[in-house]
């Protein structure tokens, strides 16, 4: 093909080969530009109706116009060739940056920010990838991050035959059963290496691996062969150990999101990986939240559950406040509270939890044999501890040391002060308190009562 015309394109030099066909660097000579000249396998081109299915993809990806998305310019034929004409982006593959020495932790996440930007322009219109790698990404000299070949592997649906050897050449096979796999082995999803329908989720499985691999210089699923590959991916958990010391724990905590093998429990959004990225970059996130226990645990405990609860929550001081002394706001924390089985959080317009005002822990309540129990836990730990025995509907009240809780005790219509570390309730009043109330700094506990509805206040010792 070198030095051939193809229409208004003039072959240049080749760049690589993949699944789908021969890449070539070539010269548009009707506008004088460099392009990317994809020729496609004649086992792509053999087919009609592959071919016209793969048409079809190619006018939905050409409308993508994205500046961390690599361009498709057209869809051409001479002389019987059948190729793609492409934006030719200058620079390195991530591939061959990881292959030249260790990512620093900012460059890693700056990549893969814009990448999210990327996969996210995308999925916005139901677009998927479904071979995202390092090998798919390219950095500019300008260090614009380009991600390539979008969505043209279900575009293509069919390549050259699985190499038992490699993990980064794109394939596809008919299973035994019917499903098509079709990726990467080192960076496939688990039910994409089974021939399961994929979604977007799928992009951010791949992502993580992408993530983790410029993190550690290490492939999140290892095997010597495909197959060893595919099994790691279905059964075994990364190497979490290997990850540098220096990667924040919302980092750490947003790529085990990534990285769960149950797409129900994955994370549903690339944008939110997006947010998380900006957020580290510019220290604006919180970095010390709770280190999830190994996968298989979390598994279970989600197994045990019929349900969970996802609980997004900031300490959120007086703005005011803050700003005089010059603390930083606290930022949003993101973690996942399953509920014990057959349980619930309590329906209804009155709250049914709070955050602790540093933001450490939470306090809530749910039904527990027909009956409303208040219950709280500290975010860096994994298990709900019981507030007294208390039965509340309402949400308790933080002290604003965040070391007491005032709740109604629904047994006997009395407001109780309650230690977070244990202890039995302490009565304060004998009193309703509707809906939720507030713990001053100046020593007392405001509320409204159910009738006549007038705010109330009693000092935070107990007294009228």
């Known amino acids: 093909m070198l030095g051939k015309t193809l229409g208004q394109y003039r072959v240049d030099s080749k760049l690589g080969e993949g699944?789908?066909?021969?890449?070539?660097?070539?010269?548009?000579?009707?506008?004088?530009?460099?392009?990317?000249?994809?020729?496609?396998?004649?086992?792509?081109?053999?087919?009609?109706?592959?071919?016209?299915?793969?048409?079809?993809?190619?006018?939905?990806?050409?409308?993508?116009?994205?500046?961390?998305i690599a361009a498709i310019h057209g869809l051409e034929e001479s002389d019987g060739?059948?190729?793609?004409?492409?934006?030719y982006v200058p620079g390195e593959t991530l591939d061959e940056r990881i292959a030249r020495g260790p990512v620093p932790l900012k460059e890693a996440l700056e990549i893969c920010r814009q990448i999210s930007e990327g996969l996210e322009a995308a999925h916005e219109k139901g677009i998927i990838h479904r071979d995202l790698k390092p090998a798919n990404v390219k950095i500019t000299p300008a260090g614009i991050v380009k991600v390539l070949d979008f969505g043209l592997a279900k575009a293509a649906?069919?390549?050259?035959?699985?190499?038992?050897?490699?993990?980064?050449?794109?394939?596809?096979?008919?299973?035994?059963?019917?499903?098509?796999?079709?990726?990467?082995?080192?960076?496939?999803?688990?039910?994409?290496?089974?021939?399961?329908?994929?979604?977007?989720?799928?992009?951010?499985?791949?992502?993580?691996?992408?993530l983790y691999e410029m993190l550690t210089r290490k492939l999140t699923f290892a095997g010597e062969t495909m197959t060893e590959m595919l099994a790691a991916v279905l059964d075994k958990d990364p190497d979490w150990g290997a990850l540098?010391?220096?990667?924040?724990?919302?980092?750490?905590h947003m790529l085990r999101r990534c990285l769960e093998k149950n797409r129900r429990f994955r994370l549903r959004d690339i944008g939110d990986a997006r947010l998380e990225l900006e957020d580290t970059l510019a220290g604006r996130a919180t970095t010390a939240i709770a280190a999830l226990p190994p996968k298989t645990r979390t598994r279970r405990m989600i197994a045990g559950a019929l349900?969970?609860?996802?609980?997004?929550?900031?300490?959120?001081?007086?703005?005011?406040?803050?700003?005089?002394?010059r603390v930083p706001a606290p930022e949003i924390v993101r973690f996942t509270h399953p509920l014990p089985p057959g349980q619930r959080m309590t329906p209804g317009w009155n709250p049914s939890l709070i955050f602790s005002p540093d933001?450490?822990?939470?306090?809530?309540?749910?039904?527990?044999?027909?009956?409303?129990?208040?219950?709280?836990?500290?975010?860096?730990?994994?298990?709900?501890?019981?507030?007294?025995?208390?039965?509340?509907?309402?949400?308790?009240?933080?002290?604003?040391?965040?070391?007491?809780?005032?709740?109604?005790?629904?047994?006997?219509?009395?407001?109780?002060?309650?230690?977070?570390?244990?202890g039995a309730p302490v009565p304060l009043t004998g009193t309703d308190m509707f809906g939720r109330g507030d713990w001053g700094k100046d020593g007392y506990i405001y509320f409204t009562e159910r009738y006549p509805g007038a705010i109330q206040r009693i000092p935070e010792n107990g007294g009228p």
Request: with cysteine.
């Open 19 to 68: 699944g789908m066909g021969v890449v070539y660097e070539g010269t548009d000579t009707r506008l004088g530009r460099t392009v990317a000249i994809k020729v496609l396998h004649a086992s792509v081109v053999r087919d009609a109706e592959r071919m016209a299915r793969f048409e079809r993809e190619a006018r939905i990806l050409a409308a993508l116009n994205h500046p961390n």
């Open 81 to 87: 060739t059948k190729f793609l004409v492409l934006e």
């Open 307 to 325: 349900g969970g609860l996802v609980l997004f929550g900031s300490a959120v001081g007086i703005g005011s406040w803050l700003r005089s002394r």
């Open 157 to 210: 649906e069919a390549a050259s035959p699985p190499d038992s050897q490699g993990g980064t050449a794109t394939f596809a096979f008919e299973m035994t059963q019917p499903g098509l796999v079709m990726g990467t082995p080192a960076y496939m999803s688990p039910e994409q290496a089974c021939g399961k329908p994929v979604d977007r989720r799928t992009d951010i499985w791949a992502f993580g691996c992408v």
């Open 244 to 252: 540098p010391a220096t990667v924040p724990e919302n980092v750490k």
């Open 359 to 422: 933001g450490e822990s939470v306090a809530f309540n749910y039904e527990v044999d027909g009956i409303t129990t208040a219950f709280q836990r500290p975010i860096r730990e994994l298990d709900q501890k019981p507030l007294g025995g208390v039965k509340s509907l309402g949400a308790p009240v933080y002290s604003p040391d965040g070391r007491w809780v005032v709740m109604v005790d629904m047994m006997d219509q009395a407001l109780k002060k309650i230690a977070i570390d244990g």
